[in-house]
């Protein structure tokens, strides 16, 4: 069964203090790994696909990086806009589902 | 822009009766999925759907049925609601063999 497991549950940080957040995975065959930002009463809004091992996609102030166990969403110089449920998901080489982490919320600090 | 939306932001039911959630998608995608999402627990899939009048089972269909009569429209039924159904509940849409998913806003449904 496949596994997704996101550190920390909840982060906060002061604006432009950097930070990571992780998703540590175990899967059937990794098809793909997914990143979306989750607004409060908002539905997930997609970020990054990443597909194999070193694989690196960045976005504004969000690189996400892919080893083969984990993967992380760096953060430089964070903004009170950031501040949001950050998803990760995985997809297995069988399936059709994603299966989602449990989130991490982070909040920045003025 | 592309636009999946669901029927309602906030619903309120009694215990029993009987709940559609409705969702529709602008982008032509063939996969539609259902979702609900809770505290501690992240998102898990209900149903999903390939084609219309195809569905299959996710990570929690007990209590649940949907419909696809038309391609851009994915229906959640909630039978008889429980209160254990209390949820916020998401609509998705992919294309093809993408899972990159689209969205709705969500239904929060509170059972009473």
């Known amino acids: 069964e496949d596994q997704v497991t996101q550190s920390p549950e909840a982060l906060r940080l002061q604006e432009g203090e950097s930070s990571s957040l992780n998703c540590s995975y175990t899967v059937s065959g990794l098809r793909g790994l997914f990143w979306y930002r989750q607004d409060p009463g908002k539905g997930p809004e997609f970020l990054f696909t990443?597909?194999?091992a070193g694989e690196e996609k960045e976005k504004e102030r969000l690189k996400a990086t892919l080893t083969k166990k984990e993967s992380f969403l760096h953060i430089t110089a964070p903004k009170p806009e950031d501040s949001a449920t950050y998803l990760c998901a995985v997809e297995n080489n069988a399936g059709n589902m994603l299966t989602f982490g449990g989130g991490t919320r982070l909040m920045v600090k003025p | 822009d592309v636009k999946v939306t669901q029927s309602s932001r906030y619903l309120v039911k009694r215990t029993g009766e009987k709940v559609f959630l409705e969702c529709v998608q602008d982008?032509?995608?063939?996969?539609m999925f259902w979702y609900r999402q809770d505290p501690g627990l992240g998102l898990r899939l209900i149903y999903f759907?390939?084609?219309?009048?195809?569905?299959e089972k996710g990570d929690i269909p007990e209590g649940y049925s949907v419909s696809r009569e038309k391609k851009e429209r994915f229906s959640l039924i909630l039978e008889s609601a429980s209160t254990n159904q209390t949820s916020m509940y998401l609509c998705?849409?992919?294309?093809?063999?993408?899972?990159?998913?689209?969205f709705g806003q969500g239904t929060r449904l509170t059972v009473v």
């Open positions: 982008m032509d995608h063939e996969n």
């Open positions: 990443l597909y194999s």
């Open positions: 759907s390939y084609d219309v009048k195809m569905k």
């Open positions: 998705a849409s992919s294309r093809g063999r993408e899972k990159k998913a689209f």
